[in-house]
């Protein structure tokens, strides 16, 4: 590991995981952290607990705002575990000079956002720095949730489960690099940002067999594979042909070189379900607005454990490796 932090150990891909591992989890080691899911269950299976920092430059961009991502991406997180966000903190920290009136528009999003799970804001801190202490605001979201399924893990995917995602990827990813670097898309390209409650609310009233969820933030569905290819000990096969890309996030990847898959989504989520309720779960989440690309994209297989293979339509197979290196810096 690098003596230094860099960029690149905050993009939720191989640099990061080896930051976590071998600064965090060593010093913080026990059986609940050690189980790596988007947050934690405590309280005997009943609560689901999950904290998150926001630093997204642009604050505002098409399709959210910090402070909808900051609602948006806790809660997430409780839901990514079968639970339902319940209490909130929000910690603000400030820069001196910060025009109020983006504050409050700010805060209207988070009232808006916590009004669709259900949530509120129960405690909280506000800190101001003087000018350059920090780039305008940073927000910090802790949520509690109810779990209302127990046993969802992705430490526990097997080869009864097929792979899905709910929608098409890498929106929130293309949207901020255009808008950080003021591109005219001439499109309708905006970040998926937006709470993933009300989804998995839906396959659970429905009985759906879920093994695991979670949401394809920093590292994109390619880091979500691979965390869970090594954590359950298993091989994911991808059908290349049916990852949902849309064909401004396909252009924006083919002007700069990125990686579809590697892109950050802030409301794309990766599903682990049994085979029998997949295509079931799929119906359910095509209800949804801005789902109708939902669908399978793959299988788990013994192949080669711990690995992601990509199958091309021409018939080829290549790893889909753990992200790498620093594609796109303060992205949520």
């Known amino acids: ?75 997430n997180d409780l839901a990514m575990m079968g639970a339902k966000p319940k209490y909130l903190t929000c910690s603000v920290i400030i820069e001196e000079g910060f025009p109020v009136r983006d504050l409050e528009k700010i805060v ?53 489960d097929l792979i899905l995602v709910n929608r098409d990827i890498g929106c929130h990813g293309a949207t901020i690099f255009a808008a950080r670097e003021d591109i005219d898309m001439s499109s309708s390209l905006e970040s998926d940002c937006a709470s993933l409650y009300p989804q998995v609310k839906a396959l659970l009233d429905a009985d759906i067999k879920i093994t695991a969820l979670r949401d394809a933030t920093r590292g994109g569905v390619s880091a979500v594979l691979n965390e869970w ?20 996030v396909n252009g ?6 990125f990686e579809a898959a590697a892109l950050a989504n802030e409301g794309t989520f990766v599903l682990a379900i049994n085979k029998e309720d997949a295509h079931r779960a799929v119906e359910i989440l095509k209800t949804f607005e801005n789902n109708s690309h939902a669908t399978i994209i793959g299988k788990v297989t013994d192949a080669h454990l711990q ?13 889909l490796d753990t992200p790498s290196g620093e594609l796109l810096p303060r992205i949520c």
């Open 108 to 160: 209207r999003s988070m009232k808006k956002e916590l009004e669709v799970n259900g949530a509120i804001v129960v405690s909280g801190d506000t800190k101001v720095v003087p000018r350059g202490s920090v780039d305008k605001i940073f927000i910090n979201t802790t949520g509690i949730g109810e779990v209302l399924k127990k046993g969802i893990s992705s430490n526990n995917i097997t080869k009864d």
């Open 252 to 257: 924006i990847c083919e002007m700069l070189g």
């Open 307 to 319: 690995k992601v293979i990509l199958n091309s339509s021409w018939g080829t197979k290549r790893f």
């Open 229 to 248: 290819s090594k954590q359950s000990n298993i091989c994911i096969e991808v059908e290349e042909e049916k990852i949902p890309v849309s064909d401004e």
């Open 1 to 75: 590991m690098t003596k230094t932090i860099t960029l690149a150990q905050g993009n939720g891909g191989q640099e990061n995981n080896e930051l976590i591992s071998k600064v965090f989890y060593k010093a913080f080691a026990n059986e609940i952290l050690e189980k790596s899911e988007d947050a934690a269950i405590i309280h005997g299976g009943e609560l689901a607990f999950s904290t998150d920092s926001f630093t997204v430059s642009p604050l505002f961009f098409p399709g959210a705002d910090i402070g909808k991502l900051a609602v948006c991406g806790t809660c």
